[in-house]
């Protein structure tokens, strides 16, 4: 009997798998699993909507056997089988929802997008076959048939025996060459991982003739014996009714699925259903992966369709701020076949991410509310991730995640929200204060805290190097403006104060530019009202604070930056009046000691200061005066 040709575009698709760079050899299993689950549900159905049709769905399961021997490796199941007919369209051609996007295709594409582009189907098996046998049998039917092909140059069909409804198919599996070790896929434990990996939850037994080898008492000798066992676990933990899976059972799943020790957080388990239906089962882990921070992390959920694993971390279902969920979505809304690029564009996946994305922040948020110490363990681990959130991508999402953020603060043992500062703000306080630094201790001993403590104003501590930027994108709360209190004209002083301090400031101005014009580095020197016991501090004027130069320089690439600094001074400290004097009866001793003031305040923003010799010898100068 003459070879059939394959039609021209199965012919292509063909070629492409035969000489496959597709690094992804193994999935030619699951997808040959999932079309014999596809055929066994078509019989299903078939048995519930014809009374003619007389199956035990009990019987209904998919065999999967390997003979190393004999290089091959074969996949039967008891579904609705085809007849010759059925063979010839569908194993002659591509399927249907395949050729109309590969028709679509471009042909300059590359080969490797084209696979990508509409998913394998029962083709990826020539990636590891060189030849295929197809015995099939359709329900109702007398006869059976075989198909067969070696590839490219086409295939045969022609009548055969079998007993039993279904389909039976054989890969003769390629000799290894330099590249590819294609005998991995004949051992019984490669091929049982890959069954448990990618078809878990197929919801038919998928049994495997195993041989294990087990020590008989008797003889005192092992032997070999042959076993059948179900590899799958069928129903999935996700499509499990919530109320009756205990909490061992949810960490169980969680640390086996995701390698993780501990147990998690907290863990969203949700089933949809309307427009987009999915199943899903996300955890928030309570410690950061090792590798979390770094480059080698990918977010993710597992994708499955139906049971059906398609992807092992769907990067489009998580917002990079939620990057450390872990969890798995299901959802018989999305095709099997589908790529990484088709991805981007799929609705029904932006609409499971969107609503996944509100259960995140509602979970988190309920975490917050109820069990606040663990909501603390989470924001340790996970916070700067959220902060990131806020400012990137110039704040476009700072409204969701605003009210994750806790902060320790100058009142308060715990942590608290910005809510909870605004509820908490005192009688005519009318900004959210914070302030930067290193440490809580370090944050305590700036002088600027001094005159918001003594008003009772809560301060917020900001001890990551992020904090600053995420508050100033942030910028405002429930209408109130987030004021950092290391900048200039942060003056909590009554409006008399206000006024007397200006006219001192205009009054000594020329002594004030007199100082500013001996020190380097100095926008410009005024006396201030914020001070109580101290003689001066050191504040910033514009966007850049001096906290974000320490940062920002601090870091690993050339960019420097360097924040415009206003020297502050006590005017009720003696120190103004000593100055004063200065400016009139001797003005090199003036410099000099606006050179230690200027210094000091350097050292107590925690700068470093550019010569400390010669600052020891301008101290030492005027100690032994
Ligand atoms: P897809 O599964 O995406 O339709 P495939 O190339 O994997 O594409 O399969 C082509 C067609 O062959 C299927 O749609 C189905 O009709 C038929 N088919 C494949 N495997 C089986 C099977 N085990 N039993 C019955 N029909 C099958």
């Not at 078809?199 to 495997?208: A, C, D, L």
Request: proline share 2%.
């Amino acid at each position: 009997m003459a070879k059939k040709q394959f039609k021209a575009e199965s012919k292509k698709l063909m070629d492409l798998m035969i000489n496959s760079i597709y690094t992804n050899k193994e999935i030619f299993l699951r997808e040959l699993i999932s079309n014999a689950s596809d055929a066994i549900d078509k019989l299903h159905y078939k048995s519930l909507t014809d009374e003619n049709v007389k199956v035990n769905k009990k019987d209904f399961q998919i065999n999967v056997s390997v003979d190393e021997e004999a290089r091959t490796i074969t996949i039967s199941d008891n579904g609705i089988g085809m007849t010759a007919e059925e063979l010839e369209n569908n194993l002659g051609t591509i399927a249907k929802s395949g050729s109309s996007v590969f028709k679509e295709e471009n042909e300059h594409k590359k080969n490797i997008d084209i696979i990508g582009q509409f998913g394998v189907g029962f083709y990826s098996a020539f990636m590891v076959a060189s030849k295929i046998k197809v015995v099939s049998l359709a329900y109702g039917e007398s006869d059976a048939n075989v198909w067969e092909s070696s590839g490219i140059d086409g295939y045969t069909i022609k009548r055969c025996e079998k007993d039993t409804y279904g389909t039976e198919i054989t890969l003769f599996i390629k000799e290894d060459d330099e590249d590819n070790n294609y005998s991995e896929f004949l051992h019984e434990h490669t091929i049982s991982s890959l069954i448990k990996k990618y078809s878990n939850y197929i919801t038919y037994p998928i049994k495997m003739k195993m041989h294990k080898s087990e020590y008989n008492e008797e003889t005192k000798e092992s032997e070999e014996k042959e076993v059948i066992e179900t590899l799958n676990d069928m129903v999935p933990l996700w499509k499990r009714n919530k109320s009756k899976i205990t909490d061992d059972e949810y960490n169980t799943f969680y640390s086996d699925k995701f390698f993780d020790y501990e147990a998690p957080i907290a863990k969203i388990h949700t089933s949809a259903e309307g427009l987009v239906s999915y199943n899903s089962l996300l955890f928030i882990p309570s410690h950061a992966p090792y590798d979390f921070y770094t480059k080698s992390y990918e977010k993710g959920l597992q994708l499955y369709s139906n049971g059906v694993l398609i992807m092992e971390k769907c990067a489009e279902l998580l917002p990079d701020y939620f990057s450390f969920v872990k969890g798995v979505v299901d959802s018989p809304d999305l095709s099997l076949n589908i790529s990484r690029e088709m991805l981007q564009q799929d609705k029904t996946l932006t609409t499971i991410a969107k609503s996944l994305e509100t259960k995140i922040i509602k979970e988190l948020t309920d975490l917050q509310n109820e069990k606040r110490e663990d909501y603390n363990k989470f924001f340790e681990s996970f916070g700067a991730n959220i902060k990131f959130g806020i400012y990137d991508q110039f704040g476009m999402n700072k409204d969701k995640l605003k009210d994750l953020l806790v902060f320790k603060t100058s009142l308060k043992d715990k942590s608290i929200t910005l809510k909870e500062y605004v509820d908490g703000m005192k009688k005519g306080q009318e900004a959210i204060y914070y302030c930067c630094g290193e440490s809580i201790d370090k944050i305590d001993m700036l002088p600027v805290v001094e005159s918001i403590k003594e008003k009772n104003y809560e301060i917020l501590y900001c001890t990551d190097y992020m904090d600053e930027f995420v508050l100033q994108t942030i910028g405002e709360y429930d209408s109130k403006k987030l004021v950092n209190i290391a900048k200039e004209n942060v003056d909590l002083s009554d409006e008399e104060e206000k006024k007397q301090i200006e006219e001192k400031n205009k009054d000594s101005k020329d002594m004030l530019d007199f100082i500013a014009s001996s020190i380097d580095g100095i926008e410009s020197v005024k006396f201030t009202n914020r001070l109580k016991n101290h003689p001066v501090c050191l504040v910033s004027t514009g966007d850049v604070t001096i906290e974000m130069e320490k940062v920002i320089n601090a870091m690993p690439t050339d960019e420097h930056i360097s924040a415009k600094k206003v020297l502050e001074i006590n005017a009720n400290h003696k120190i103004a009046e000593k100055l004063d004097n200065l400016y009139k009866n001797d003005k090199e001793e003036l410099k000099r000691v606006s050179k230690i003031l200027y210094e000091s305040s350097r050292l107590i923003e925690g700068l470093s200061v550019e010569n400390p010799t010669e600052l020891t010898n301008l101290i030492c100068e005027e100690l032994t005066k």
